[in-house]
Every structure is written in structure tokens, then in C-alpha cells.
């Protein structure tokens, strides 16, 4: 192994082969090269959001005609920087009332459960965090932590916003992991394994998102409302919750849920690289490792800038159209995939993986345009019925003598 | 001691800690934050029992999803009262004596077992076999017939739950 | 490596402490709380026999596997029921103390 | 297989120290200067009424129930997806009736209106 060809491997190798030559015992050499490697990974992950926000301004801006930030350095590369200086040296104030363990937890939890996410991540070929043999449901587990943190931080603050703030996001994120977890069994069962590493190699011949291009799409929207950004930003909706769950926070406090959110959101497209895009793999890099972690990262940065382009473009949903969606077109739809491609899967098991994948991509075509059709139809009906657009009735309901609910 | 057993001890304190929070604190939110405690505590116990599976189910199951879903009809059924005033019922003694004895009796029968010492070690890596269990799930030789059970159970839960809950003319009731 | 019978004194005590939950609570949700301690128990102690049994025998074993995963089952209805009940008693009689929850008596 | 699990072990306690040692550093330097009114409720300059945790509406049960429903159930089909490629064809109708039987269940939620939002 050369440095050039692989150089993350390459030093991790040369970084063991020292630490295994200072004479400590076996199982220390372990935990120390473990711990270095978990270290390097989390704080490259925390100052890669600094380039992250800059990059995500600078795209905002160029979408909205403006030229975003542009003062701090070459093309305003430093203004990150800059904010965070200025975040660090912010007052945190506290609510009277707040239940502090939980508040000043929230924050805390809210970024490791994004960090723990990159644990299993297979980097390349070489530089696999851990590869986990329920590595894929380990994705889905940590993602979910995130929504403890909400709670904890729209409970822990002692207002009535924060608290309807985290509660309507914590439905809308439990929401979203429906079809998110139903659709992450279709790469599932093409790769026959739950390794995330297992599922890169599986797309060694066709990428997933050929063979099932309906269960990308389910969870590339799904994967977008559990970053909870827009058309998903519910909860920033300023003129129903002033802010949602993050209400009473300041300082860094403040900015650990952001740090989160730029984190989560370039996680989830990493994730979705991985799972539908092939990962690491591309010509050429199983012999040059190193070429295999620029892939990765390309796809990566392919997807995110369609989420921000997402973001950009897109007005926010209302709540009822937001858990419409969820629940009467993607739920149904990854059920009923689920169940199509096991069984064309089944029958064309004997054909050559070629038909089987013209096969399973002409079923979710189907389906996606049946869906596409149906979604149509009810449209239609409703404005030919003429009704009047349903009014947002009661979104937020507060204590009431009957409990709540009508 | 070697570090698992370190790592197993903590898990085990922790997890009973907090257990014993969750059947005393006074406020059912706080009761439900412990509970989300012992149950990390608990999947740290299945990763120590080389369950892989199963450490990952109990986070995304209980953590993710039974745990909001206590905490959400915590929200759902607080007033005034719970935050104050005891929330013990009288015979907490009797119960109280009720479960230590029950402990009790519970180890020393286990203690008369010849194997209750065994140490149990390292199994080969693919002991929690996903394929195997899979493959039993749906074979007719082993589990098909609770297979689908489970289904059936789940959707009479998912039935009944949201006919007693989504009742629309509980309005008239005081 | 850790011995099965710390695995079972854990579950043994977990489950203990569940059940005393369960009988002196007052608040329903907080019964049901206990209720899943004493199921969580039951996981620890099926899993830990699970790998007990697996070490005896060479060849793979999934029974204790596809037990818990049924264990995992009843506990998701048991709880999803259980607290549409309480729910649905309270907004009915607006308290969740099991004392005051007197509907069977008419 | 431990050792991947200490990693993610380690990996957890870094997570969680990252994020908290910053919190404290930043709480160093920044300066502290509370007073009642700046630590009241943020309730854009109106007084709180009442208590403030409120209660929520039975809504957010119901989507909850679903969602523990289906994550059980997926719980349930990824060890079927793991083995898929290598189960007879019975089996794989197995799963699908398994599917089959939820979705009654779910369109029964769809027609009682449980999933709508009001």
C-alpha cells in the first residue's frame, strides 16, 4: 500500500504499526487507535459544517440573485468563521422555569446523535468506520435520537411555543421515518445484507437508484422532511411558533441545533449516496482507494446541492399537505413497491440480472406513474367538486376543557 | 474484571438507576426521560450480549418510538395534579415487599441451577445470523405461523388503539 | 468474560422494580411504564439465553432470536392499546389515576 | 463484532463531548449577566398566562401509534429482506401477506380519518 494511491489508509496503517510498537498491551493499542480515529472523524465532520454554511449561503444566494456572503476573505469564504467568533462570545440565557439538565442537554444530544451517524459510513474502499452487520437499521436507530433531543429542548425550556414547536416536528419527523424505513428495505433486499459496506459492494454492477428508482425518491423526501428542512420547515414557521422548539436558546446553545441541521443535512446525502448512489464505488476505485472517497464525496455533493436547490425553490408546505403527503401518497406507495418488487423479484429470480433489473425498474415506473396519476385524479376532483380550500383549522391546540382533538 | 465486564456493570447500574427513577419520580415527564435512560442502558446490555440486532431494534423500537409514544400521552393526560401530591398509592410497602421477595426467590432459584456460573464467551462473528433468522421467520418448520400472527396482532393493536382513541363523540361526556 | 448469572440478577432486579412500578403506581401511563421495564427484562433474560444456548452448540441458533422479536411484538400492541385506553379514560374523566378510574362500577 | 461496537461506543462518547466541551469553552468566554426580565419567557414581550406546559391534542398519539406500528413491523421485515434473495417463492408471499394484513390495518386508519391533520 502507497500513499498516494490510498492515503487515508495509508496512514491509518502507519499510525497502528506505531502505536502497536510503544509496547503498551494489545487491547489498549486498540482502544487509543479507535479513539484517534473516532476523534479525527468527529472534529473533521464539526469544522467541515464551517465550509458547509458558507457553501450553503453562497448557493441561497446565488439562487435568490444575490451574491450572498461576500465581505469576509476570498468570496466571503471566512464569514462562517466570522459568525461563529461572535456566536462563541454570546450571553446563553436561561428561562427561569427551565428544567436545566434537559435544556442544556438537548443541544448537546442533537449534535452527537447527527455525529454518531458517521461511524458507520463507509469513507472507501480502506477507511470503513466499522462495518456493522446491522449497519443500515444503526442509520435509522441513531437518526431517530435526534427526535429525543427536540423533545428534550421544547420540554426543557419551560414555553409554551418551544414545546408545540418540538412536539409538531417530533410528528412530523416519526412521520416521515414511515416511509423512510419501509423504503430502505428495497436496497434491503437487493443487497441481501444490512452492512452498509455490504450494500456499497452490492452496487458494484448497477447503482440502486436504476433498479429502484421509486424507493430513492421515497427516500430522498423522506429524507429531506427528517432534516426538517424547507419545503419541510414546519417548524420555523416564524408567524405561528416564533421559532419552534429552539425558542428560548442562545449563544452556542443556539448554534449546536444549527451546527445539527447543516451536519444532518449533508449526513443524509451522504446516506443516500451511499445507499442508492453506489458509495464509493466508480471506475477504478477499488484499486485506488483514494479515487473511491472523491466519488463518494461528488455524489455527495451532487445530492446536497438538489436539497438545496430544494430548499431554494420550493414554498413551504401547510402541515396538512406536509402529513398528507406523507401518509396518503408516500406510505402507500412504499408498501405497495415493497410488495411489487418482491414479487417480480421472485419470479424473475432465474433471468439474468439484466432483465431482473429492467424488470424491477419497469414496476417502479409503474407505480410511480400510477401514483403520479391517482394524485391527478383527486386533485382534479376536488376543484371540480368546487369545494373551498379546507382552512388550516386549528393547528395548534392548547389546552382545552375536553382535552383536545376537535 | 476485563473491560467488558466494566462496560457490562455500568450498563447494568445505570440501567437500574434509572429504573428505579422511573417508578419514583413524581413527574411523568421526568419518569419518562429515565425511562429512555434504562432503555439505552438495556441496549448497551444487548451489545454486550452480542446482539447486534437487537441493540439497534431496542433503540429504534423502544427509544424511538414507544418511548414518544409515552411521552407523548404523558402530554396527553397531564393536569394540574400530577405535579404534586404523591403518586404512590398507599400499599406501596406491600408492593414494594411484594417485588423484593419475588427477587429473592427468583435468585435463589436461579442460584440452584448448576448453570447459573457459566461464563459465556465471545461467539463467532456471525452468531446473530440476520439470514438465519430470517429464513426461520418464514419457514413453515419454524416461524411462519407467529410470522403472520404478529401482523394480525399488530394490526388488531393498530385497530383497537386508534377506534378508543380517535372517539368522536366523547364530547358530550363531563 | 462475563458470567450468565450476572445477566440473569439484572434482569431478575429490572424486573423486580418494573413490577413494583406496576403495583404502586398511581398514574396509569406510569403502570404502563413499569409494565415495559418488566418486558424489557424479559428481552435481557431471552437474549442471554439465546447466547448461552448458542455457545453449547456449534451450529446457529435462532430461536431466542425469533422469541425476542415476538417479545418486541406484544410489547409494541400491549403498549399502543394500553395507552389509547388511558387517553381515552382520561378525556372521558379527565384523570389518569387508576384509583379514581371507576367506570366498571356503573 | 465487539470491537466494531467499542468503536461506536467510543465514537458515542466523542460525539457527546464534542459538542458539550464547546458549549462550556464558549461558556468561559462569554459574559453573564442575567436579570429577570431577560431570563422570563419568551413570549414576544406578553406576560405567560397560565401554566406553561400545555397539553397536546390526540393527534400526535394516533400519528405516533402508526409509526410504532410500522417500526415494528419493519423491525419484522429486514431480517425477510436480508434473507429474500435465497427464500423459496412461498416465502416471499409470506412477507407480502404479512404486508397485505397491515395495510388493512391502514386503510381501516385512512377511513376512520385518523391520518388526517386538523
Known amino acids: 500500500m502507497d500513499f498516494l494511491r490510498d492515503p487515508f489508509g495509508f496512514v491509518i496503517q502507519e499510525y497502528t504499526g506505531w502505536l502497536g510498537g510503544l509496547g503498551l498491551p494489545a487491547g ?151 416511509p423512510l424505513v419501509l423504503s430502505a428495505l428495497v436496497p434491503v433486499m437487493l443487497a441481501g445484507t444490512l452492512s452498509v459496506n455490504g450494500i456499497v459492494q452490492a452496487q458494484e454492477s448497477v447503482w440502486f437508484i436504476v433498479a429502484a428508482p421509486a424507493a430513492a425518491l421515497i427516500f430522498f423526501i423522506a429524507s429531506i422532511a427528517e432534516i426538517g428542512r424547507s419545503p419541510f420547515d414546519l417548524i420555523e414557521a416564524e408567524s405561528e411558533l416564533v421559532a419552534g422548539y429552539n425558542i428560548e436558546y442562545s449563544g452556542l446553545k443556539f448554534g449546536m441545533f444549527f451546527v445539527a441541521e447543516f451536519l444532518h443535512a449533508f449526513t443524509v446525502s451522504m446516506i443516500f449516496a451511499t445507499v442508492f448512489l453506489g458509495g464509493w464505488q466508480g471506475p477504478g476505485a477499488a484499486e485506488i482507494p483514494v479515487l473511491g472517497f472523491v466519488y463518494l464525496m461528488l455524489k455527495t455533493f451532487v445530492v446536497y446541492f438538489v436539497t438545496i436547490l430544494f430548499r431554494g425553490t420550493l414554498p413551504r408546505f401547510r402541515i396538512d399537505q406536509m402529513m398528507n403527503l406523507n401518509w396518503k401518497v408516500l406510505t402507500p406507495l412504499s408498501l405497495a413497491l415493497i410488495m411489487a418488487m418482491a414479487i417480480v423479484g421472485g419470479l424473475t429470480r432465474e433471468l439474468p440480472v439484466f432483465w431482473q433489473v429492467i424488470a424491477f425498474l419497469l414496476v417502479n415506473l409503474l407505480l410511480l406513474g400510477a401514483t403520479d396519476q391517482l394524485m391527478r385524479l383527486s386533485q382534479s376532483r376536488k376543484t371540480k367538486s368546487n369545494l373551498p380550500m379546507q382552512p388550516l383549522r386549528k393547528v395548534l391546540t392548547t389546552s382545552t376543557k375536553h382535552g383536545a382533538g376537535e | 474484571m476485563n473491560g467488558l465486564q466494566v462496560v457490562f456493570l455500568l450498563a447494568a447500574l445505570v440501567s437500574l438507576f434509572s429504573a428505579a427513577m422511573v417508578v419514583s419520580a413524581r413527574r411523568m415527564m421526568h419518569a419518562a426521560l429515565w425511562l429512555v435512560l434504562t432503555l439505552m442502558g438495556v441496549a448497551v446490555i444487548f451489545v454486550t450480549l452480542q446482539s447486534s440486532f437487537f441493540a439497534v431494534v431496542q433503540v429504534l423500537v423502544y427509544v424511538g418510538a414507544i418511548a414518544i409514544l409515552i411521552i407523548f400521552s404523558v402530554m396527553l393526560t397531564r393536569r394540574v395534579m400530577e405535579d404534586h401530591g404523591d403518586q404512590i398509592l398507599p400499599g406501596w410497602r406491600a408492593a414494594g415487599l411484594v417485588a423484593g421477595l419475588l427477587f429473592a426467590i427468583i435468585v435463589g432459584f436461579l442460584a440452584l441451577w448448576q448453570g447459573f456460573t457459566t461464563m459465556l464467551v465471545e461467539l463467532p462473528a456471525d452468531a446473530d445470523n440476520l439470514l438465519d433468522l430470517g429464513q426461520a421467520l418464514v419457514s413453515p418448520q419454524g416461524y411462519a405461523l407467529p410470522f403472520e400472527l404478529a401482523s394480525v396482532l399488530l394490526v388488531a393493536a393498530l385497530i383497537g388503539a386508534i377506534t378508543i382513541a380517535v372517539d368522536r363523540k366523547e364530547d358530550q361526556h363531563g | 468474560m462475563i458470567p450468565l448469572a450476572w445477566y440473569l440478577i439484572f434482569s431478575a432486579a429490572l424486573f423486580c422494580i418494573g413490577l413494583f412500578g406496576a403495583l404502586a403506581r398511581k398514574n396509569a401511563v406510569a403502570i404502563l411504564m413499569g409494565v415495559e421495564l418488566m418486558l424489557n427484562a424479559v428481552n435481557v433474560n431471552l437474549i442471554a439465553f439465546w447466547h448461552y444456548y448458542a455457545q453449547m452448540r456449534s451450529t446457529p441458533y435462532v430461536h431466542g432470536l425469533a422469541f425476542t422479536t415476538m417479545v418486541f411484538v406484544v410489547a409494541a400492541a400491549e403498549v399502543a392499546v394500553g395507552l389509547a385506553l388511558v387517553i381515552s379514560a382520561y378525556r372521558r374523566r379527565q384523570t389518569p389515576v387508576v384509583d379514581e378510574l371507576t367506570l366498571l362500577k356503573g | 463484532m465487539l470491537g466494531n461496537w467499542l468503536y461506536i461506543g467510543i465514537f458515542a462518547l466523542v460525539a457527546l463531548m464534542m459538542p458539550a466541551l464547546t458549549i462550556f469553552i464558549a461558556g468561559i468566554l462569554s459574559p453573564k449577566r442575567p436579570d429577570p426580565i431577560k431570563n422570563s419567557t419568551y413570549e414576544c414581550g406578553v406576560e405567560t398566562v397560565g401554566p406553561n406546559w400545555t397539553q397536546i391534542k390526540i393527534q400526535y398519539y394516533v400519528f405516533a401509534l402508526v409509526f410504532l406500528i410500522f417500526d415494528v413491523e419493519a423491525v419484522l421485515l429486514f431480517p425477510w429482506a436480508v434473507a429474500y434473495q435465497l427464500l423459496p417463492l412461498y416465502a416471499i408471499i409470506e412477507g407480502v401477506l404479512f404486508l397485505l394484513i397491515l395495510v388493512v390495518g391502514f386503510l381501516y386508519a385512512w377511513r376512520k380519518g385518523a391520518l388526517e391533520w386538523f
Request: net charge positive; charged share 15%.
Open chain 1, 28 to 178: 489498549w493499542v486498540d482502544i487509543i487507535a479507535k479513539l484517534t480515529g473516532a476523534l479525527v472523524l468527529a472534529t473533521g465532520a464539526m469544522l467541515f459544517v464551517v465550509f458547509l454554511i458558507w457553501y450553503e449561503r453562497k448557493l441561497i444566494g446565488r439562487i435568490q440573485d444575490r451574491f450572498g456572503p461576500n465581505r469576509v476573505g476570498p468570496w466571503g469564504i471566512f464569514q462562517p468563521v466570522a459568525d461563529m467568533l461572535k456566536i462563541f462570545t454570546k450571553e446563553y440565557i436561561t428561562p427561569i422555569g427551565a428544567d436545566k439538565f434537559a435544556y442544556n442537554l438537548a443541544p448537546i444530544l442533537a449534535v452527537a446523535a447527527v455525529l454518531l451517524l458517521w461511524s458507520v459510513l463507509p469513507l472507501s474502499v480502506t477507511v470503513v468506520g466499522t462495518d456493522l452487520n446491522v449497519g443500515l437499521l444503526f442509520l435509522v436507530a441513531v437518526g431517530g435520537l435526534g427526535e429525543m433531543s427536540y423533545i428534550l429542548a421544547g420540554w426543557g425550556s419551560n414555553n409554551k411555543y418551544a414545546l408545540l414547536g418540538a412536539f409538531r416536528l417530533v410528528a412530523q419527523l416519526i412521520s416521515y421515518e414511515v
